[in-house]
């Protein structure tokens, strides 16, 4: 089935510093890739993302990649900050006019110290 | 716009009861995805719906059940519940189209099974 693995499972940097995250889909038939942040006893909320024909996406300091013949896309933060601090989801959708699947990662928890 | 509605918030149940939790999506939104999401295993997709069928389901045993009703409201069930099953349940709603798959997640219902 579709499977979408994720790296590292915690992640602790200092601030200002660049913090990655990386994550690896295995349906070929994904065409979209979310990244949700989910702040402690918040719900997820979409930061980023980025469709199959697209090679990069920034927005201000957050930027993700994708290398579909890899099948590989990774989230970039620059000159992290404490609120950063959250867990971080990467997602692949796939699927057609049948129906829709978002499979999410396992997250990776982003400490940023200050 | 209201977001995602979910109820109840909290709960709490005991080995083999059963429980039904509710979703109200965001007006507009056909599509309505429920995800478990346990510490360290992310968000695990259950199921989707879309005009009142289900279109996808995750790996979940018959235990877990849904349904969505013509207003696009939904529920799910959990029969016979176990100690594992104590988790946060998440409902998130789309717009259901293939180029944009974001889904706005409601605050999930907590569940705990003692």
């Known amino acids: 089935g579709e499977n979408v693995e994720q790296h590292p499972s915690t992640l602790s940097v200092q601030e200002g510093d660049s913090a990655v995250i990386k994550c690896t889909y295995s349906d070929s038939a994904s065409n979209y890739f979310p990244w949700y942040k989910q702040e402690l006893g918040k719900r997820p909320q979409l930061i980023i993302d980025i469709r199959s024909n697209v090679g990069e996406k920034k927005d201000q300091r957050i930027a993700v990649t994708l290398n579909k013949t890899a099948k590989h896309f990774s989230l970039h933060i620059t000159e992290t900050q404490p609120e950063d601090s959250a867990v971080y989801f990467c997602?692949?959708?796939?699927?057609?006019?049948?129906?829709?699947?978002?499979?999410f990662g396992a997250g990776t928890r982003l400490f940023v110290k200050a | 716009k209201a977001g995602v509605t979910q109820t109840p918030r909290y709960l709490i149940k005991t080995r083999g009861q059963q429980v039904t939790l509710s979703c109200s999506p965001i007006?507009?939104?056909?599509?309505v995805s429920w995800y478990q999401q346990t510490p360290g295993q992310g968000l695990q997709f259950l199921f989707e719906y879309f005009s009142e069928t289900q279109r996808n389901k995750g790996n979940f045993p018959g235990r877990f059940s849904g349904r969505q009703f013509s207003n696009s409201r939904s529920e799910m069930n959990v029969s016979t519940l176990e100690l594992g099953d104590s988790a946060l349940y998440l409902c998130?709603?789309?717009?259901?189209?293939?180029?944009?798959?974001?889904?706005?997640f409601g605050e999930g219902s907590r569940l705990t099974v003692l």
């Open positions: 997602a692949a959708l796939g699927g057609s006019t049948g129906g829709f699947k978002t499979i």
């Open positions: 998130a709603s789309s717009l259901d189209q293939p180029q944009t798959g974001e889904l706005f």
């Open positions: 007006s507009g939104h056909r599509s």
